[in-house]
Antibody, heavy 118, light 107 residues
Framework: QLQLQESGSGVVKPSQTLSLTCGVAGGSINSGGYSWNWIRQAAGQGLEWIGYIYQSGNTYYNPSLKSRVIISIDTSETQFSLTLRSVTAADTAVYYC??????????WGRGTMVTVSS | DIQMTQSPSSLSASVGDRVTITCRASQTISNYLNWYQQKPGKAPKLLIY???SLQSGVPSRFSGSGSGTDFTLTINNLQPEDIATYFC?????????FGQGTNLEIK
């Protein structure tokens, strides 16, 4: 059974860069047809889709974050990553990675809390 | 961007009840509508995809319907373990977007 696990910086200072990695276990990140997504959720708030990447390297980002976001993939390490530049308190959230299949998010990581604070 | 609006934002129901949650899209999205269940401190879980297809392993008391702009999630014979927040999500076009959530409580 495929599993996803987020890891990375839990506390980031304002104006600095947030970096997270999603490890893929129990399956292949190279399987065609799936997208690999980042989604976040601020405390007590709804869900915001950040963007996706395919095994080919093709990406699409939410325009609301596009100027600050990079999603990359390392197929040899079976992981994909999120980089978010110039963070502010508004970027404080639980960050989830998720697999996209049949145009839905069918497998999610447990999520990792990122706090932007000096 | 497509806006997703859920109603109600919260509801309380009794065990055994039938519960209905609605989701409206700001423009037509065909049947590209998914439903998720999120329990406190947990990641969302996919329940329904493509408006009415039940995800593998999800109890059959969950069902979805609708197309175009109006969609419904129905829970028949509500169980205590169904206490959660439910989100709809459109996958018709990027940027993908979610409803604000419906918080379901047991009376």
């Amino acid at each position: 059974q495929l599993q996803l696990q987020e890891s990375g910086s839990g506390v980031v200072k304002p104006s600095q860069t947030l970096s997270l990695t999603c490890g893929v276990a129990g399956g292949s990140i190279n399987s065609g047809g799936y997208s690999w997504n980042w989604i976040r959720q601020a405390a007590g708030q709804g869900l915001e889709w950040i963007g996706y990447i395919y095994q080919s390297g093709n990406t699409y980002y939410n325009p609301s974050l596009k100027s600050r976001v990079i999603i990359s993939i390392d197929t040899s390490e079976t992981q994909f990553s999120l980089t978010l530049r110039s963070v502010t308190a508004a970027d404080t959230a639980v960050y989830y990675c998720a697999r996209g299949a049949e145009r839905s998010f069918d497998i999610w990581g447990r999520g990792t809390m990122v706090t932007v604070s000096s | 961007d497509i806006q997703m609006t859920q109603s109600p934002s919260s509801l309380s129901a009794s065990v055994g009840d039938r519960v209905t949650i609605t989701c409206r899209a700001s423009q037509t999205i065909s049947n590209y509508l998914n439903w998720y269940q999120q329990k406190p401190g947990k990641a969302p879980k996919l329940l329904i995809y493509a408006a009415s297809s039940l995800q593998s392993g999800v109890p059959s008391r969950f069902s979805g319907s609708g197309s175009g702009t109006d969609f419904t999630l129905t829970i028949n014979n509500l169980q205590p373990e169904d206490i959660a927040t439910y989100f709809c999500q459109q996958s018709y076009t990027t940027p993908y977007s979610f409803g604000q959530g419906t918080n379901l409580e047991i009376k």
